[in-house]
T-cell receptor, first 113, second 113 residues
Framework: DAKTTQPPSMDCAEGRAANLPCNHSTISGNEYVYWYRQIHSQGPQYIIHGLKNNETNEMASLIITEDRKSSTLILPHATLRDTAVYYCIVRVDGYQGAQKLVFGQGTRLTINP | KAGVTQTPRYLIKTRGQQVTLSCSPISGHRSVSWYQQTPGQGLQFLFEYFSETQRNKGNFPGRFSGRQFSNSRSEMNVSTLELGDSALYLC????????????FGPGTRLTVL
């Protein structure tokens, strides 16, 4: 049922941009890509989502390739507090608005001082 | 505005017992979803409720059940507990059945001995 593939771990220097890749080659045309992060086994925190176009908010940017088979989450200026597990997720919609999030295995991002 | 709250935060049970977990969504949110997180399987969708009706269900045995009340609070029940049910159980809420973003609670850590 896994729809996304991510590297298990990445490192990034504090203050630099962190670029987290995700492959979702089997994604369907109407399925959204979401990113959440999880710190110390707390509940996942929403970051951003998109369908086809690139998206940006106060936390991050999401770049989705034209064929929608992969995407990249960009944290523009990483801080130590961004150390977390980042999940690339496909949202699968069901009948009458029902949704489920299909999580990948996540990337453990470590921000180094 | 208060976030999603889950009670209890920690729970220890023995095999064969049953357990009930509670979730209060963000005020005004009417959809509640449940997820199970284990080291081996990662985060997996259990079910979603809206307007007291189950709208979506994941691939879990019938021992896992849930319900939603008229005030949108939700409970999930696991009967005849097995060792493999040890997990972090996460609840997420969204405003309506068409809203895009799910907001997660801190989870309930269930340990089955």
């Amino acid at each position: 049922d896994a729809k996304t593939t991510q590297p298990p771990s990445m490192d990034c220097a504090e203050g630099r941009a962190a670029n987290l890749p995700c492959n979702h080659s089997t994604i369907s045309g109407n399925e959204y890509v979401y990113w959440y992060r999880q710190i110390h086994s707390q509940g996942p925190q929403y970051i951003i989502h998109g369908l086809k176009n690139n998206e940006t908010n106060e936390m991050a940017s999401l770049i989705i390739t034209e064929d929608r088979k992969s995407s990249t989450l960009i944290l523009p200026h990483a801080t130590l507090r961004d150390t977390a597990v980042y999940y690339c997720i496909v949202r699968v919609d069901g009948y009458q608005g029902a949704q489920k999030l299909v999580f990948g295995q996540g990337t453990r991002l470590t921000i180094n001082p | 505005k208060a976030g999603v709250t889950q009670t209890p935060r920690y729970l220890i049970k023995t095999r064969g017992q049953q357990v009930t977990l509670s979730c209060s969504p963000i005020s005004g949110h009417r959809s509640v979803s449940w997820y199970q997180q284990t080291p081996g399987q990662g985060l997996q969708f259990l079910f979603e409720y809206f307007s007291e009706t189950q709208r979506n269900k994941g691939n879990f045995p019938g021992r896992f059940s849930g319900r939603q009340f008229s005030n949108s609070r939700s409970e999930m029940n696991v009967s005849t507990l097995e060792l493999g049910d040890s997990a972090l159980y996460l609840c997420a809420s969204r405003r309506t059945i068409t809203a895009d973003t799910q907001y997660f609670g801190p989870g309930t850590r269930l340990t089955v001995l």
